[in-house]
């Protein structure tokens, strides 16, 4: 069974862009979630998707956006880029019928270099 | 705000040393806990996970953690670790009423040497 892909997987911006980042995830599987990982931070609940609505949301500010399809297939856009949007952009993905119990698996990730 | 504490940022050992990491979080109510972990250039795989029942998990390599209820705490540990042990290690848990959410810890990262 294919894993979760992501891609492009390293992408560079300057300030003020906007950037789309795909996520397409296990076969079978509903729940797609993003997540941020910085060195100062370290990894980041940024929202998660099911059945094409999102479920749950993180505390990050509206230019981070997402939508799912109705494959499960997903996309996270950030509007106006800034510096510190620099970081590698991870998409898990899951069953989704349990929610929080259940294995969530990792996807590659994006690296997102805004200068 | 819930949170997830990982005692040792960096961790150096020789192998056939055991291995014990640290992870407590900030919730009284029921949460899920894991453990990834992610190698050297590969991305984040599930060592190990507790829903419910024995609080003794056993994971992927040789790996366990034992959750304890009243420390609020799910230490990993290894008997004997290898070279090829060498990674990131992260904790994590999810809260049932907050869905997929999970919340790391900031992660050890763990050298073996030969």
């Known amino acids: 069974k294919a894993g979760v892909t992501q891609t492009p997987r390293y992408l560079i911006k300057t300030r003020g862009q906007q950037v789309t980042l795909s996520c397409s995830p296990i076969?079978?599987?509903?729940?797609v979630s993003w997540y941020q990982q910085t060195p100062g931070q370290g990894l980041q609940f940024l929202f998660e998707?099911?059945?094409?609505?999102?479920?749950n949301k993180g505390n990050f500010p509206g230019r981070f956006s997402g939508r799912q399809f109705s494959n499960s297939r997903s996309e996270m856009n950030v509007s106006t880029l800034e510096l510190g949007d620099s970081a590698l952009y991870l998409c898990?993905?899951?069953?989704?019928?349990?929610?929080?119990?259940?294995?969530?698996?990792f996807g590659p990730g994006t690296r997102l270099l805004v200068l | 705000a819930q949170s997830v504490s990982q005692h040792n940022h960096h961790v150096i050992l020789s192998e056939a040393a055991s291995l014990e990491l640290g992870c407590n979080y900030s919730?009284?109510?029921?949460?899920?806990l894991f453990w990834y972990v992610q190698y050297p250039g590969q991305h984040l795989q599930l060592l190990l996970k507790?829903?419910?029942?024995?609080?003794l998990v056993k994971g992927i390599k040789g790996f366990e953690a034992e959750f304890i209820k009243s420390k609020f705490s799910f230490n990993l540990r290894k008997p004997s670790v290898q070279w090829s042990d060498t990674a990131e290690y992260f904790c994590?848990?999810?809260?049932?009423?907050?869905?997929?959410?999970?919340?790391f810890g900031k992660g050890t990262t763990l050298s073996v040497s030969s």
């Open positions: 076969s079978g599987h509903r729940s």
């Open positions: 919730y009284g109510g029921t949460v899920n």
């Open positions: 507790y829903f419910s029942g024995d609080p």
């Open positions: 994590a848990v999810t809260l049932n009423q907050a869905g997929t959410a999970l919340i």
């Open positions: 998707y099911f059945s094409e609505t999102q479920r």
């Open positions: 898990a993905s899951s069953l989704g019928g349990l929610a929080g119990a259940e294995t969530q698996y």
